[in-house]
């Protein structure tokens, strides 16, 4: 790697980025002399799958390799906080401490596996082959990384909307609050039929502005880990939607099936603003949508930001019926 290349490396890792959360790699460098490694840092996705991080590090090594310290900048892809394999590559520089070296430089390319046990913690192994700039030195480098990640909260109180936060509406016949087929309501005709309902008014205007807040970005393009700057994964927009309205929720999908209360699997126990839950593979929840009334619910799919029927009497309700798996009510 050329100096020029280390210093724009090394430019990288002195701007600020929004931070996922704090992160810290050990890992072995399998070369000749093999030496262990120690990285710590922070990163933050940049847009759709691409993410970035930069990090410090320590590398201890025996002769001729011998000590090591630097910054280094990382690029990774498909790495969205849902958990999964992911491509990363690199490059890092920095002082040598041995046989007068004083600069050194690196470039990485390799695989990894992320894991979130629960949130907000996230654990990753990590494959690479690594290549110096001195001394002929490259080979295999396995490393284990555990930090926190910035989506996996878990959500706190709901903070409800400032009054007026849903357009009044005229209401309609029958209940968009409850699991009957009709039209698509909008926010204000969620908040009229939930408070005819019983529902307290203050509550009902919060879930009304929630589903307001989801119809409102419909159309918006389907974005692996993207939480709206240029379109919404499945959680994405669930995150938003509530997030608007002060609820926070984390970021994948599978937490935020453990929020909230659990409410019974049926059609006649849905109220709008539930959130539903998905098992597209398997068993485990891949998919959350957000139900609006009149037996439909609004989620971001492959088309984008779209309104589905949850039925198992509609054509292309029955294969989401099929794979509904639970429900949960968040407010």
């Excluded at 460098?29 to 691409?50: C, E, I, K, N, Q």
């Excluded at 490059?91 to 949130?119: D, I, K, M, N, Q």
């Excluded at 019974?264 to 603003?273: E, F, N, V």
């Excluded at 439909?296 to 292309?316: E, K, M, N, Y």
Aim: net charge positive; with cysteine; hydrophobic share 40%.
């Amino acid at each position: 790697m050329s100096r020029p290349a280390l210093l724009v490396a090394l430019s990288l890792a002195a701007t600020p980025l929004a931070a996922q959360g704090p992160a810290f790699q050990v890992g072995r460098f399998f070369s000749d002399p093999p030496a262990l490694t120690w990285r710590a840092g922070t990163g933050t996705r940049l847009f759709g799958p691409v993410g970035a991080s930069l990090h410090g590090l320590y590398v201890n090594g025996r002769a001729p390799l011998g000590n090591l310290f630097g910054l280094g900048t990382d690029l990774s892809f498909f790495r969205g906080g849902q958990g999964g394999a992911y491509v990363i590559g690199g490059v890092e520089g920095g002082l040598a401490t041995h046989a007068g070296r004083t600069f050194w430089g690196a470039w990485s390319v390799g695989l990894g596996y992320e894991l979130f046990p629960f949130s907000p913690l996230a654990i990753a192994a990590e494959g690479r082959y690594r290549e110096l700039t001195f001394g002929g030195f490259d080979g295999v480098e396995l490393g284990f990384r555990i930090g926190l990640h910035r989506g996996a909260r878990r959500s706190g109180p709901g903070r409800l909307p400032a009054p007026g936060g849903v357009p009044a509406s005229p209401a309609r016949t029958g209940s968009p609050a409850g699991g009957t087929i009709g039209s698509t309501p909008d926010g204000g005709e969620v908040r009229d039929a939930l408070t005819r309902d019983g529902v307290p008014a203050d509550r009902a205007t919060l879930i009304g502005g929630v589903v307001q807040t989801a119809l409102d970005v419909m159309g918006m393009p389907y974005r692996w880990g993207d939480e709206g700057e240029e379109g919404f994964d499945c959680s994405g927009l669930i995150m938003y939607a509530f997030g608007k309205h002060g609820i926070t929720l984390p970021r994948r999908s599978v937490d935020q099936a453990r929020e909230g209360t659990e409410v019974p699997k049926a059609l006649d126990q849905l109220q709008a603003g539930d959130l539903l839950t998905f098992a597209t593979r398997g068993s485990r929840v891949s998919h959350v949508g957000l139900y609006i009334g009149n037996g439909r619910f609004i989620h971001s799919a492959t088309a984008g930001v779209q309104i589905s029927v949850l039925s198992p009497d509609d054509i292309s309700g029955r294969w989401w019926y099929r794979r509904w798996v639970g429900v949960r009510r968040l407010v």
